[in-house]
Each structure stands twice: as C-alpha cells, then as structure tokens.
T-cell receptor
Framework: NAGVTQTPKFQVLKTGQSMTLQCAQDMNHNSMYWYRQDPGMGLRLIYYSASEGTTDKGEVPNGYNVSRLNKREFSLRLESAAPSQTSVYFC????????????FGPGTRLTVL | GESVGLHLPTLSVQEGDNSIINCAYSNSASDYFIWYKQESGKGPQFIIDIRSNMDKRQGQRVTVLLNKTVKHLSLQIAATQPGDSAVYFCAENIALDSSYKLIFGSGTRLLVRP
C-alpha cells in the first residue's frame, strides 16, 4: 500500500514549455486534489475531483488543467509554464465523508526559468 | 474571505518542554479540523483531527483544543523532541457541492533546541 504517489519528484522547465504532473492513489479514495505550496506559505487548492469523472476549480486554477483518468489517477497539466508557477505541487486524496482524513503525496518541486 | 492562520511564526522550544501552536480559522460552518506536520522536503503528514462537536482530543503526546466561540484551534505537544521540528499546519474542512476541501493556514515552524 503506497498511499499517494507523485511523479516526477523534480522538474525544471523553460517558460512556455508544457508538462503533466502525475498522481496516483491506491486507497480507493473518491476525492483527489492538487495543491501548490509557495515558500513560507500554506497549501492552496488548484483543482479537485470529487469523484471519478468530475473535476472542479479550486482557489488558483489559472494556467492549469486536470484530468481524472480513473479512480486511482489524477493528473495536473501546465500547458504553457510561467515563472509564477514555480512551486511545490502536492496531490492528495480522501474518502467521501466530511470527517475523513486527507492524505498527501510527497510532492513535485517545479522550477520554471 | 476564507483564511486559516495567516502568519508563519516560529516557535523555539527546549527539548523536553511542552509546545503550544495556535491557529485561527474563519468559517463558522466548518465541521472538522486537522493538524498536519510537514518536514523539510516532504508532504504534509496527518497528526490529529477533531470534529466540531468536540472541544478536546488527545493522541500520543499531542492534544488538540477547539474553541468555537472565538474560532481558535491549538495543538499541544508534550515533552517536545528534536524529531518534532517541522512546520505545523492547521486546516479546516469546508463543504463543497459533492465533496469537501481543506483550507490551510500558512503554518508555524517549530524548532526544538537540544
């Protein structure tokens, strides 16, 4: 049981390049989330998926797209990377109830030059 | 707007002392709160949670207190150890149309002096 896994761990992009961050969970959770964390700050929600086949915007969705490929996998895509997207990206998942704990992956550290 | 714990203060404690980390939340309708620990280079790790119908919950060396009147949470760590050094985040649970989301504060850095 690996929990929440993310790939890659590190990535450097040039402005304008695109890439997809991958996330998978093996806990059979319904909901999945993408956050970004900037230095000295908390986590801000980019997009979430309440269940397979649905996705919704969070607090900071601009510049990103997501795909809930199946129940296990939730990917985050940057179509045209900008330096302002330099951050650490965390994927998370949780079951359905309001009092279910949310579990996080180890993060992807992205630098956009 | 939504906000939990706007600052990133640093708390420095002597090994063996008790630590208290505070957090303010903004949404009166939040029904569930979580404390996470984040070590350098890692993802947030669940420590303890509390439902809104409780005012105190204890775990192993950790206690969370909830004061709904003033919308305040605290995390108490007993006999703080060097391994407790990390950034601690509180999070409040917000209902969405078909799911829930967590709103995080900016965190508190805990430094444990040997």
């Amino acid at each position: 049981n690996a929990g929440v896994t993310q790939t890659p761990k590190f990535q450097v992009l040039k402005t304008g390049q695109s890439m997809t961050l991958q996330c998978a969970q093996d806990m059979n959770h319904n909901s999945m989330y993408w956050y970004r964390q900037d230095p000295g700050m908390g986590l801000r929600l980019i997009y979430y998926s309440a269940s397979e086949g649905t996705t919704d915007k969070g607090e900071v969705p601009n510049g990103y797209n997501v795909s809930r490929l199946n129940k296990r996998e939730f990917s985050l895509r940057l179509e045209s990377a900008a330096p302002s997207q330099t951050s650490v990206y965390f994927c998370a998942s949780r079951p359905t109830r309001s009092t279910d704990t949310q579990y996080f992956g180890p993060g992807t550290r992205l630098t956009v030059l | 707007g939504e906000s939990v714990g706007l600052h990133l203060p640093t708390l420095s404690v002597q090994e063996g002392d008790n630590s208290i980390i505070n957090c303010a939340y903004s949404n009166s309708a939040s029904d569930y709160f979580i404390w996470y620990k984040q070590e350098s280079g890692k993802g947030p790790q669940f420590i303890i949670d509390i439902r809104s119908n409780m005012d105190k919950r204890q775990g192993q060396r950790v206690t969370v207190l909830l004061n709904k009147t003033v919308k305040h949470l605290s995390l108490q760590i007993a006999a703080t150890q060097p391994g407790d050094s990390a950034v601690y985040f509180c999070a409040e649970n917000i209902a969405l149309d078909s799911s829930y989301k967590l709103i995080f504060g900016s965190g508190t850095r805990l430094l444990v002096r040997p």
